[in-house]
């Protein structure tokens, strides 16, 4: 099963903060975080494992809450080089194949 | 420098024409993958490999074909049967890490193919 990510796309001011989130109807083992360039590989951003831990990443920073099967994507004080759609992609068991979600596009404007 | 390389970036065929994508990693990796991205989606998982000589279907393996006769190597044939090619297609390699407790994929530069 596919996760659900939101907002699908979201469009900020140089500085602004945005948050991206990626829920699952299945308990989770990990969440990853990757973004994307436009006709780029994906890029890996950062992994989560269940415990509820927080991760950061310069001003990028994310949460995994067990309980609610989600993870959340913290873009702080948005930079022009944050653009790009992110994905999150799901582990449900350790050793599972990832389920990417279908991605959020984000577009960061001077 | 270690990654994964995939060619050619861009890649035209005829209808009805099988096609090869090459991917090759030199990270000693164990497992490798293959994704198709269409535009405005998300990657769907295709086939997948833990050990060489060894590969399990993915979501949509219906039109495509691999082997993995070389840990290094793990190239991806589009048949004639697969309905709608054109894509953008990803190779992944990924490997297990019992002591950090995760897997991180790492990708290829990807392969776009036409089918005209």
């Known amino acids: 099963q596919q996760p659900v990510q939101s907002p699908q796309a979201v469009i900020l001011r140089e500085g602004e903060d945005a948050v991206i989130n990626c829920s699952s109807s299945?308990?989770?083992?990990?969440v990853h975080w990757y973004r994307q360039k436009h006709g780029e590989a994906p890029v890996f951003l950062m992994i989560?494992?269940?415990?509820?831990e927080q991760k950061g990443h310069d001003k990028i920073s994310a949460s995994f809450n067990e309980k609610k099967q989600q993870s959340s994507l913290y873009l702080t004080a948005s930079q022009l080089s944050y653009s790009g759609t992110y994905f999150c992609?799901?582990?449900?068991?350790?050793?599972?194949?990832?389920?990417f979600g279908p991605g959020t596009r984000l577009s960061v404007l001077p | 420098d270690g990654g994964i390389t995939q060619s050619p970036k861009y890649l035209f065929r005829k209808e009805g024409q099988n096609v090869t994508l090459s991917c090759e990693q030199n990270?000693?990796?164990?497992?490798m993958y293959w994704y198709r991205q269409d535009p405005g989606q998300g990657l769907r998982l295709i086939y997948y490999?833990?050990?060489?000589?060894?590969?399990q279907k993915g979501d949509i393996a219906e039109g495509y074909s691999v082997s993995r006769e070389k840990k290094e190597s793990f190239p991806l044939t589009v048949t004639s049967a697969q309905k709608n090619p054109t894509a953008f297609y990803l190779c992944?390699?990924?490997?297990?890490?019992?002591?950090?407790?995760?897997?991180?994929?790492?990708f290829g530069p990807g392969t776009r193919l036409t089918v005209l």
């Open positions: 992944a390699s990924s490997i297990e890490s019992q002591a950090s407790g995760y897997n991180e994929q790492f």
């Open positions: 992609g799901t582990e449900y068991n350790y050793g599972q194949n990832f389920v």
């Open positions: 490999s833990q050990i060489v000589n060894d590969f």
């Open positions: 989560l494992l269940k415990g509820g």
């Open positions: 990270l000693n990796h164990d497992a």
């Open positions: 299945k308990a989770l083992y990990s």
